[in-house]
């Protein structure tokens, strides 16, 4: 007799050789029973061995992989083919750089068969190797750093306005639709917000929780602040309940930077409000480098949290002007 599959984990990928093993470990080690699950794979054409690593899980016969590849590379692309093919009553979505509690799925399906929410999500431990890395792990794991965002820096149960990644009820997409191709860097945002539009609810578990791997270089995360800046206005303009307040900071404080200045060579007294604004920046940013916690990261972190707010600005100006950096 054939298994019942009630839960479809779905999953896009792209040069994720360093991190897909660790991803599928986690899978492997679910308290959820795998005879009633589906592990969907989307590759998007990788060029490292992320696929040579998956074929070989595959040819093992142990676990429920089904490996698909998206020629067209982009995350939405991967996402709406992993749902339209998925079996599942629950649809969960995770992220190859992370590492998944084994009751995560579990608890996931537990609130959605208990609570009236429509998705459900958990807490982001976030972690990454050698301590630079860490140190932007610090930088992530703070308001300062990501602004309000509860499921980084809050205790979750209870209702919030986005969740990571995601477990939703299969009929939610029957209702609001699948993700928006368009949207390659924020389509969860715009998905959450269309879930609410529609009279949906989004979870915050605290008892969900799993390790997000950061990006470990200077570049690498600067690299991810210009890009998802960029995505701002892209994303006003398809949705715009889908971005919030926190996510036009970054964009507002660069304005800042370079508006009041030269305002303040007709009217002076703005010369004295911007050096205010930048004595409390720099305040807040000593605070949260040196004595929030983890002070031993202090050096990086102190030019760190201005070059990533500016960066991230900087995407967004870009973005209002029309230039797209994907």
Known sequence: MTE??????????????????????SLTKQTYPIENMEWIFVDGNS????????????????????????????TPYALNMAIEEA???YIIRLDA????????????????DTTDAD??????????????????????????????SDFRVGDGNCFVDTVPFGAFRREVFERVGLFNPKLLRSEDNDMNARIR???GKIWLAEDIRFKYYCRDTFKGILKMALQNGNALFFTLKENPKAMSVRHFVPFLFLLSLIVMPILSIVVPYI?????????LYLSIDVFYSFFNKTPQ?????????????IVYGLGSLLGLFGISLY
């Not at 019942?4 to 599928?24: A, D, G």
């Not at 750089?97 to 959605?112: A, G, Q, R, T």
């Not at 990261?297 to 707010?309: M, Q």
């Open 197 to 199: 539009q529609s009279g």
């Open 119 to 148: 998705n459900v999500g958990g807490i982001a431990e976030t972690e990454a190797t050698g301590f630079k890395g860490q140190a932007i792990a610090k930088m992530l794991s703070t308001k300062l750093g990501v602004g309000g």
């Open 87 to 89: 079996k599942g009553k």
């Open 47 to 74: 060029s490292d061995g992320t696929v040579t690593l998956i074929e070989n899980y595959i040819s093992t016969g142990k676990y429920p992989i089904i490996l698909f590849h998206n020629k067209k590379r982009k």
């Open 4 to 25: 019942e599959i009630i839960v479809s984990v779905i999953i896009p990928l792209f040069n994720e050789e360093r991190y897909v093993s660790n991803l599928i470990d």
């Open 271 to 279: 010369g004295y409000i911007f050096m205010l604004e930048i004595l």
């Open 97 to 112: 750089h992370s590492y998944f509690y084994p009751d995560y799925i579990e608890k996931c399906v537990y609130y959605l």
């Open 297 to 309: 990261y202090g050096l990086i972190t102190l030019w760190l949290y201005p070059a990533f707010h």
